[in-house]
């Protein structure tokens, strides 16, 4: 149907636009496309350093029409935390909504520390953390949310390596140990459960956590039109499990659908090839479907 | 009135009268007392501002920046390994044109680990965009902290101001302070902060964005002139201030007994209390000799400087900071500036001293001067040194 294709005219009305530089089939730009369309006018967007910040606003363009502020790759949420006390004292805060984001290396490594400033100190802030796997705008390093085994520049598989020997690290529920008063998992292949779950976030005061799975074609290797459907795969085979939860107590999860073995996921994606070349490796996919059924049994998601 | 005030009490009061929105701080010695007089005023209703309790230095001068972006007045204060862990904020801040005001509470640097004062640690930050100004006293330490803002603030400035106040020395010691009764005089000398750009959701903006090659060095220039040009404006925050409060202790620089001298002591901060005692006793005895006070570091009032050495035999420059691997920085950037000026009858000999909260005596001062006026260019020498503990291992 064409009339349900939107116009030049009308992209540009959005509140992230298009005509940013983000890679063919990217998914943190759906997902930001997502989130804003939820989200509104009244918000105040901060970014980290990252693919985001780069690819939305190169100088003299910008993909925002909200006001939008990026500083350092670790002050996304000190930032936020400023932007909010400001609103705040001047009685502005009120019907505006104050969202910071950044990527996993943003979130979970170099960035934990002004996060769990922000939760703790309980800033009304949506911090949305966009989760490609690795520090994908430098080219593909490995951070702390780089999955088991994967191929990364930094994280080379090898001779005698398959690749990042270290299991991600469990952020969702780092953020719940704080007791914040809302923590979700959501995927840039789900596009409805994203959404519901940002418009939730706009009835609760205080700090809230989203960390939003997104592929990443050039550091995930594989093709661009493969994006949504490798996020569900990930959803699918329980390597990636979706759910809510207030003041550090889930409350709800995504149910797997049809499941599938974690072959099926890791094999569109040339970080995992090496999995595929020998006997070795078939060992390496066995441990990955073990993190899948472990995660399958600890959230419920059958 | 006049009052006796802990230099910490001195600044956090004066910081209440331009009444900042919102303060955010990580405790550090020996910035802590102006922050804890901040935190309770807070505490009182005394000053309507959100303070937020952060996690670190750098979150605190992150804060700010996202405070400051939405175009609210803020402050925030550190000193030694927390200016240094701030310094990649300072930067931003300074690059993003935010008037932010940050009193650092001069400290050494580690290792080794040093609570005491030096210059070190607002050296490092000399080339951030941020302005630096030096006080000398307490009295000083309040009137430079309402000037800041006023300069930080200007339309063509919009720049951190950096106030650099000498650790314990001044921030622990008591003085007799004369603060302004009426907080009206001050919001007369300094209106409401009115930014051009903010974070409005009704006009937005996109802050911190990507600077290609193409534009990068245009940037930099701008900044780069609006640091050097805010030296007028500094100038005139100083008197207006002085017509307003009458009080003045310099503008970018000040001089003390200077007419007629042969050897001139250059220095900053609160060691210039001890130069001018000594310099009073040496005029008795009819040494021809006297003090120019560096008020502003940056921008760094070269022409000003200049102007009052050029007649001048000697300068004896006081170093309370070293650049590693070079030597001495203010007698570098002094000496730097006579020659761009063709000026080579001024023998320029720095020292170093007073490092990690060295005392530096009026003793110091004297045998200081005997030595130096028969020394040639001397870059950064360390002085003062106790020659027993050279020779052993630390």
Same mark, same amino acid.
Not at chain 2, 317 to 325: D, F, M, R, T, Y
């Given at each position: 149907?064409?009339?349900?294709?939107?116009?030049?005219?009308?992209?540009?009305?959005?509140? &992230?636009?298009?005509?940013?530089?983000?890679?063919?089939?990217?998914?943190?730009?759906?997902?930001?496309?997502?989130?804003?369309?939820?989200?509104?006018?009244?918000?105040?967007?901060?970014?980290?350093?990252?693919?985001?910040?780069?690819?939305?606003?190169?100088?003299?363009?910008?993909?925002?029409?909200?006001?939008?502020?990026?500083?350092? &790759?670790?002050?996304? +949420?000190?930032?936020?935390?400023?932007?909010?006390?400001?609103?705040?004292?001047?009685?502005?805060?009120? $019907?505006?909504?104050?969202?910071?984001?950044?990527?996993?290396? $943003?979130?979970?490594?170099?960035?934990?520390?002004?996060?769990? $400033?922000?939760?703790?100190? $309980?800033?009304?802030?949506?911090?949305?953390c966009y989760d490609n796997g690795a520090y994908m705008n430098t080219g593909y390093q490995r951070s702390g949310l780089t999955p088991y085994d994967s191929f990364t520049t930094t994280s080379p598989s090898g001779k005698?390596? &398959?690749?990042?020997?270290?299991?991600?690290?469990?952020m969702p529920e780092i953020a719940m140990a704080h007791k914040i008063p809302y923590t979700a998992v959501a995927s840039a292949g789900y596009p409805i459960d994203l959404q519901k779950k940002v418009k939730k976030t706009l009835s609760i005061k205080g700090p809230k956590y989203l960390q939003v799975d997104v592929p990443c074609v050039p550091g995930?290797?594989?093709?661009?039109?493969?994006?949504?459907?490798?996020?569900?795969? +990930?959803?699918?085979?329980?390597?990636?499990?979706? &759910?809510?939860?207030?003041?550090?107590?889930?409350?709800?999860?995504?149910?797997?659908?049809?499941?599938?073995?974690?072959?099926?996921?890791?094999k569109l994606q040339g970080r995992f090839k090496h999995l595929f070349k020998n006997e070795a490796g078939k060992a390496e996919i066995e441990k990955i479907q073990k993190i899948a059924d472990e995660n399958i049994e600890q959230y419920g998601l059958l | 009135m006049k009052k006796v005030l802990e230099g910490s009490m001195a600044i956090s009061d004066s910081i209440r009268m331009t009444e900042p929105k919102v303060i955010s701080a990580y405790p550090i010695t020996p910035q802590t007392h102006i922050v804890e007089h901040l935190s309770q005023m807070v505490a009182d209703g005394d000053l309507k501002a959100e303070y937020v309790m952060v996690e670190s230095e750098h979150s605190a001068a992150s804060v700010v920046l996202g405070a400051s972006a939405c175009g609210v007045r803020t402050y925030t204060a550190t000193a030694a390994q927390g200016l240094l862990y701030m310094?990649?904020?300072?930067?931003?801040?300074? =690059?993003?044109?935010?008037?932010?005001?940050?009193?650092? *509470?001069?400290?050494?640097?580690? *290792? !080794?680990?040093?609570?005491?004062?030096?210059?070190?640690?607002?050296?490092?930050?000399?080339?951030?965009? %941020?302005?630096q100004l030096v006080a000398e006293n307490n009295q000083e330490a309040y009137d430079m902290h309402i000037q800041a803002y006023k300069i930080a603030e200007n339309p063509e400035v919009?720049?951190?101001?950096?106030?650099?106040?000498?650790?314990?020395?001044?921030?622990?010691?008591?003085?007799?302070?004369?603060?302004?009764?009426?907080?009206?005089?001050?919001?007369?000398y300094l209106p409401p902060l009115n930014m051009k750009y903010t974070l409005d959701i009704n006009n937005p903006f996109s802050f911190g964005t990507v600077g290609e090659p193409s534009v990068y060095l245009e940037t930099?220039?701008?900044?780069?002139? %609006?640091?050097?040009?805010?030296?007028?404006?500094?100038?005139?925050? %100083?008197?207006?201030?002085?017509?307003?409060?009458?009080?003045?202790? =310099?503008?970018?620089?000040?001089?003390?007994?200077?007419?007629? *001298?042969?050897?001139?002591?250059?220095?900053?901060?609160?060691v210039l209390g001890t130069i001018k005692d000594v310099v009073d006793e040496l005029r008795e005895a009819g040494k021809k000799i006297g003090v120019l006070k560096i008020r502003a570091f940056? !921008?760094? !009032?070269?022409?000003?400087?200049?102007?009052?050495?050029?007649?001048?035999?000697n300068a004896?420059?006081?170093?309370? %900071?070293?650049?590693? =691997?070079?030597? =001495?920085?203010?007698?570098?950037?002094?000496?730097?500036?006579?020659?761009?000026?063709?000026?080579?009858?001024v023998n320029v000999n720095g020292y170093v001293m007073g490092l990690g909260g060295r005392d530096i005596t009026p003793k110091n001062i004297y045998d200081l001067i005997i030595k130096a006026e028969k020394e040639e260019d001397v870059d950064g020498e360390f002085f003062g040194l106790n020659n027993e503990l050279l020779n052993k291992v630390f």
């Open positions: 149907m064409l009339t349900n294709i939107l116009t030049k005219e009308d992209t540009h009305k959005q509140l &992230f636009t298009m005509g940013h530089t983000g890679c063919s089939g990217c998914a943190q730009s759906m997902a930001v496309k997502l989130i804003m369309q939820v989200l509104g006018k009244n918000t105040i967007a901060t970014s980290a350093t990252g693919c985001l910040e780069v690819f939305s606003t190169k100088f003299p363009e910008s993909s925002w029409n909200i006001p939008w502020i990026h500083s350092l &790759f670790e002050n996304s +949420a000190a930032i936020a935390s400023g932007i909010e006390a400001a609103l705040q004292i001047t009685g502005k805060k009120d $019907g505006t909504t104050v969202l910071s984001q950044a990527g996993d290396g $943003g979130t979970a490594d170099i960035g934990l520390q002004a996060l769990s $400033g922000m939760f703790e100190r $309980g800033h009304d802030v949506l911090y949305i005698i390596s &398959f690749g990042n020997n270290r299991p991600k690290k469990y995930w290797k594989y093709e661009p039109r493969y994006s949504v459907k490798i996020a569900q795969l +990930a959803v699918q085979s329980g390597l990636y499990p979706l &759910f809510e939860a207030e003041y550090g107590k889930i409350t709800s999860v995504k149910k797997i659908s049809k499941r599938v073995p974690v072959e099926e996921y890791l | 310094e990649e904020v300072i930067y931003n801040i300074a =690059g993003m044109r935010l008037p932010v005001v940050l009193t650092v *509470a001069n400290r050494a640097v580690s *290792a !080794p680990i040093s609570i005491w004062n030096d210059m070190q640690d607002s050296m490092a930050l000399r080339d951030s965009g %941020a302005i919009m720049l951190p101001v950096m106030v650099c106040v000498d650790g314990f020395v001044l921030t622990h010691t008591f003085e007799v302070v004369e603060t302004i009764d009426h907080i009206e005089k001050v919001r007369e930099r220039f701008r900044l780069s002139n %609006a640091i050097n040009n805010s030296k007028s404006i500094i100038v005139d925050a %100083a008197n207006d201030y002085k017509e307003m409060f009458g009080k003045y202790e =310099g503008a970018l620089i000040d001089t003390y007994k200077m007419d007629d *001298a042969d050897t001139v002591i250059v220095a900053m901060g609160s940056r !921008p760094f !009032p070269a022409d000003e400087i200049v102007n009052a050495l050029k007649n001048i035999k004896i420059v006081i170093e309370k %900071a070293v650049s590693l =691997g070079k030597g =001495g920085i203010l007698s570098c950037e002094i000496r730097d500036a006579l020659y761009q000026r063709r000026i080579n009858s």
